[in-house]
């Protein structure tokens, strides 16, 4: 059974940083793309970044460009979310996701993954 459990989630300043964590078990990790998505109250879920199993390919989506770093280490099943300058409108429940096929390269909507982990909370106060 393939599950995955986000960590790193907290409360923070406008200005701030927090980590994201997501542990992936009961798949073979290192062949699917991995994704970051977020919803905010009221809003429909979102992606933020996605990352190819091998990091070859990496996608943002254009709020979070420059501020955010999707990485992953393949040896411990684990894909991680840097978060910088944090803004109160990155408010949200922040899930990852596997991507729906192996060895495949998704594009960043939620149609194109699957398995979502329970979600982790981030607040950001102005």
């Known amino acids: 059974q393939v599950q995955l459990v986000e960590s790193g989630g907290g409360l923070v300043q406008a200005g701030g940083s927090l980590k994201l964590s997501c542990t992936a078990s009961g798949l073979s990790f290192d062949r699917y793309a991995m994704g970051w998505f977020r919803q905010a109250p009221g809003k429909e879920r979102e992606g933020v970044a996605y990352l190819s199993s091998g990091s070859g390919t990496i996608k943002y989506a254009d709020s979070v460009k420059g501020r955010f770093t999707i990485s992953r280490d393949n040896a411990k099943n684990t894909l991680y979310l840097q978060m910088n300058s944090l803004e109160p409108e990155d408010t949200a429940t922040y899930y990852c996701?596997?991507?729906?096929?192996?060895?495949?390269?998704?594009?960043?909507?939620?149609?194109?993954?699957?398995?979502w982990g329970q979600g982790t909370q981030v607040t950001v106060s102005s």
């Open positions: 996701a596997r991507a729906k096929y192996s060895d495949w390269v998704p594009r960043l909507v939620v149609d194109d993954f699957r398995t």
